[in-house]
């Protein structure tokens, strides 16, 4: 029997369409995958407490390798400046997860924001006194009758704790003032010793020709003074469901901090990258990039308790800051940290 043209091209082409359709549903199917994996990444955004600076850099490494990615994480890191309270940022939902000194955190925590610290990032103060060697102050002691700046604004507790150490009164045995965020005060004698964190002042002083030779330090963490600086905290409402995402964004960071004190030189180039030009200089970043690894990873420390909350630095820290006034009543630290977050980002 003979098949009519006709219809053979009629069946042909009902084939081809048939396989037509196929194929582009199988595309869509391929593109829905792909845009349902990209959606699937869970926003987190980071509030910082200052512009991006070194002082920030593991975090900027860990969003430049794509180590928040890996996690399954999509972060936003949203700069400081010194109109935006990270605390606020959290409580009120603009930013899940930020960064602030432990002594800026436990006020806002005592006003009622849901806020609790998550890990610990630096386990060393970098805090100092500098002064120049002719102003003869060799031991805290010697403050006595001389002008001595802080910046103020809850930078000053581990100062007054350490007048307190002494028997100084910082308004009658002493001049205590305010200082401004250069170091000009102290370079032109204002000053006889300048608050300056190893970091940034410091060397900013170096870097204006007076040698390390010529200055006195005292440092905090040597006097048993010292507070917890840069944490993370988030809003309890948000992390009591989301604490796997919590954990995910910890270890990630602990990943991007270990890989910017491994290669300074490259995490400065992160920096630099969102740096606003003119902000700083490439040489000042990687200073404050070999002094912030030392409060992360000070020497001797276990690498593999990067991020861990220290139980008795953070009452320590807690401690001075109700001493001071910081805290109306004595901080519930309990509430105040956990370590959950770290144990499940390190299990």
């Known amino acids: 029997m003979k098949v009519k043209v006709q219809n053979v091209n009629s069946i042909l082409l009902i084939v081809v369409l048939a396989l037509v359709s196929v194929l582009a549903a ?30 920030f850099a593991g975090y900027y490494v860990a969003l430049e390798k794509g180590y928040y990615k890996e996690e399954g994480l999509d972060v936003t890191i949203a700069p400081g400046g010194p109109d935006i309270v990270p605390e606020q940022q959290v409580a009120n939902g603009a ?35 500098i002064s120049k060697k002719d102003a003869g102050i060799t031991s805290p002691k010697d403050l006595a009758g001389k002008n001595v700046g802080n910046w103020m ?43 300056a964190m190893t970091y940034n002042e410091y060397h900013v002083v170096l870097e204006s020709g007076v040698l390390a030779s010529d200055l006195n330090i005292i440092d905090m963490n040597d006097e ?13 409402e948000w992390l009591e469901e989301n604490k796997e995402t919590a ?12 890989a910017a004190i491994e290669d300074a030189e490259g995490a400065v180039d992160i920096i630099m990258a969102e740096s606003e030009e ?46 001071f006034g910081v805290i109306k009543e004595k901080a519930d630290v309990d509430e105040a940290f956990t370590n959950e977050i770290f144990e499940m980002a390190t299990k």
């Not at 009658?172 to 300048?194: I, P």
């Not at 048993?224 to 309890?236: I, Q, R, T």
């Not at 954990?247 to 270990?258: D, N, P, V």
């Open 153 to 195: 604004g809850g930078n000053e507790f581990e100062a007054l704790a350490l007048f307190d150490k002494y028997g100084l009164d910082p308004n009658s045995d002493l001049s205590f003032v305010k200082q401004a965020f250069t170091m000009d005060q102290f370079l032109s004698g204002d000053l006889d010793a300048a608050s």
């Open 247 to 258: 954990a995910k964004f910890i270890r990630a960071s602990i990943k991007g901090w270990k």
């Open 26 to 55: 199988c595309s869509s199917d391929e593109e829905k995958v792909a845009t349902s994996s990209s959606g699937d990444l869970a926003p987190v955004t980071l509030q910082l407490k200052w512009v991006p600076q070194a002082q």
């Open 224 to 236: 048993g003074v010292a507070m917890l600086e840069d944490n993370l905290f988030a809003n309890k």
């Open 95 to 129: 930013a899940q997860i930020g960064v602030d000194w432990v002594a800026s955190l436990l006020p806002h925590i005592e006003q009622g924001m849901p806020l609790i610290q998550i890990a610990q990032i630096y386990q060393e103060s970098g805090l100092l006194l």
């Open 278 to 323: 003119g902000s700083s200089t490439r040489e000042h970043q990687l200073t404050m990039m070999e002094e912030v690894a030392k409060l992360v990873l000070p020497e001797g420390f276990n690498a593999e308790e990067l991020g861990k909350t220290d139980p008795k630095m953070f009452q320590q820290t807690a401690d001075i800051a109700h001493q």
